[in-house]
């Protein structure tokens, strides 16, 4: 089976420059989760979805960045302009609603750096 | 021996030796609790999970021990093996399929 799966792996760029992230998730599973991991700290949700409908998103800073999910299967999350700030690594997971346990499959993540 | 890092604690251990992590959770009212190991590079990957109902849970090699009166958790890895070294990370569900992931904890393991 394969996994979740995230590009770029590695982005550099400068502030104020618009910057995008895309997730495939894990074929089957209907949730889809944005997080970011600062240097040294856990994952902090940024959006949920479900199917194409954002179910969280309390916790995404809406002025500048934006997730889409539009079929239900990929989903994209931009930033537009980026700051020295949102320098960090941005995980994608996937989980199945009919599982058992809240399991959640993590992508690599993209490592954005802003400079 | 365990240390505090500029950003991690970190938990030094020889191989063979059992390692225990521990975690302090936030929220008496969270029913789900997850490990995950976190290797540089890549994302997290499930370890084992447990329940509020439960005290105890084994997998293979590893242990999660639960304490609800001072909402502690810690995870026991028998037997270290250098493959083990990475970051460990505790979460906890607070309602439907929302997890709140602790700092991580760095667990080295020399051969």
């Known amino acids: 089976e394969a996994g979740v799966v995230q590009s770029p792996r590695y982005k550099i760029i400068e502030k104020k420059q618009p910057v995008a992230f895309w997730c495939n998730p894990i074929?089957?599973?209907?949730?889809l989760y944005w997080y970011r991991q600062n240097l040294g700290q856990g994952p902090e949700l940024l959006i949920r979805y479900e199917n194409e409908e954002a179910v969280d998103d309390s916790q995404l800073p809406k002025d500048r960045f934006s997730a889409e999910r539009l079929k239900g299967v990929d989903s994209t999350l931009k930033i537009q302009p980026a700051e020295l700030g949102d320098s960090a690594v941005y995980l994608c997971?996937?989980?199945?609603?009919?599982?058992?346990?809240?399991?959640?499959?993590f992508g690599p993540g993209t490592r954005l750096t802003v400079t | 021996g365990e240390s505090v890092g500029l950003h991690l604690p970190t938990l030094s251990v020889q191989e063979g030796d059992n390692s225990i992590i521990n975690c302090a959770y936030s929220n008496s009212a969270s029913d789900y609790f997850i490990w995950y190991k976190q290797e540089s590079g890549k994302g997290p990957q499930f370890i084992i999970d447990?329940?509020?109902?439960?005290d105890k849970r084994q997998g293979q090699r590893v242990t999660v021990l639960l304490n609800k009166t001072v909402k502690h958790l810690s995870l026991q890895i028998a037997a270290t093996q250098p493959g083990d070294s990475a970051v460990y990370f505790c979460?906890?569900?607070?309602?439907?399929?929302?997890?709140?992931f602790g700092k991580g904890t760095m667990l080295l393991v020399s051969p």
């Open positions: 997971a996937s989980s199945h609603p009919g599982q058992v346990s809240y399991e959640q499959y």
């Open positions: 979460a906890e569900n607070i309602g439907y399929s929302t997890l709140t």
């Open positions: 074929s089957g599973h209907n949730t």
């Open positions: 447990i329940r509020s109902n439960m």
